[in-house]
């Protein structure tokens, strides 16, 4: 089953408001989580890393006052996509890393943005 | 650089054929982690495999395997008697010491019947 859930799975909102996507690690505890944006026919780019209880460290490019992240807890993680524009609409995904026996990585289901 | 290659953008075969998606890796480090996912239109990522570096044992699961050679950088992917449900795009990656995973650019696979 799967360890990592993201939700929503599907989100329609309308221009220039604020959207949340939720990442859950289910069954461990995620030190690290990392997020990923995929434009069409293109392969993933890293967002930002997130580590529990500090701030995200974000890729060049990336703004951190549109995309916030928040880590608040080791199975929680958010990004909040803020002021909406149609640009923004994308397929985002999110990863997390566990240690010990989680020593690898697990995606979340990944989550459809449009922006209307 | 860390970087991996995925020269392949796109491969069609026709069912039942053996089909091998191509991987090469770049990095400087001694540890790291090899992973092949795929990726149907649904979007969602499916976990194929994991290698450590230390390990170049070949996989095979079923109608996949896996050839992992250090001496080339290589990771490469064969699926034996395709089946149009292996449609999907198929990633290689690099996870490495800062954990976080450099992604191949993707091979299309489209299998026709």
């Known amino acids: 089953g799967a360890v990592v859930s993201q939700h929503p799975s599907r989100v329609i909102c309308k221009s220039g408001t604020s959207v949340k996507i939720e990442c859950r690690s289910l069954d461990f505890q995620a030190t690290t989580m990392f997020w990923y944006r995929q434009f069409p026919k293109q392969s993933l780019m890293l967002m930002a890393t997130?580590?529990?209880?500090?701030?995200?460290?974000?890729e060049q490019g990336v703004e951190k006052d549109k995309f916030l992240i928040n880590h608040a807890s080791l199975t929680l993680s958010t990004l909040t996509v803020t002021s909406a524009h149609p640009e923004d609409s994308s397929f985002y995904i999110c990863?997390?890393?566990?240690?010990?026996?989680?020593?690898?990585?697990?995606f979340g289901e990944g989550s459809w943005l449009t922006v209307v | 650089a860390q970087k991996v290659t995925q020269a392949q953008t796109e491969i069609s075969v026709v069912e039942k054929e053996d089909v091998t998606l191509d991987c090469v890796y770049e990095t400087r480090d001694t540890t790291y982690y090899l992973f092949w996912y795929k990726q149907p239109p649904s979007g969602e990522l499916v976990f194929l495999i994991r290698?450590?570096?230390?390990d170049e044992q070949n996989e095979i699961s079923g109608r996949y395997s896996w050839n992992f050679q250090k001496s080339t950088s290589s990771f490469n992917f064969t699926i034996t008697a395709s089946q149009v449900v292996d449609s999907a795009v198929y990633f290689c990656?690099?996870?490495?010491?800062?954990?976080?995973?450099?992604w191949g650019a993707g091979t299309k696979l489209i299998i026709k019947p």
């Open positions: 990863s997390a890393h566990g240690w010990g026996q989680r020593n690898t990585i697990y």
């Open positions: 990656a690099l996870w490495d010491s800062n954990y976080q995973l450099i």
């Open positions: 997130s580590n529990e209880g500090s701030k995200a460290t974000y």
């Open positions: 290698r450590n570096s230390f």
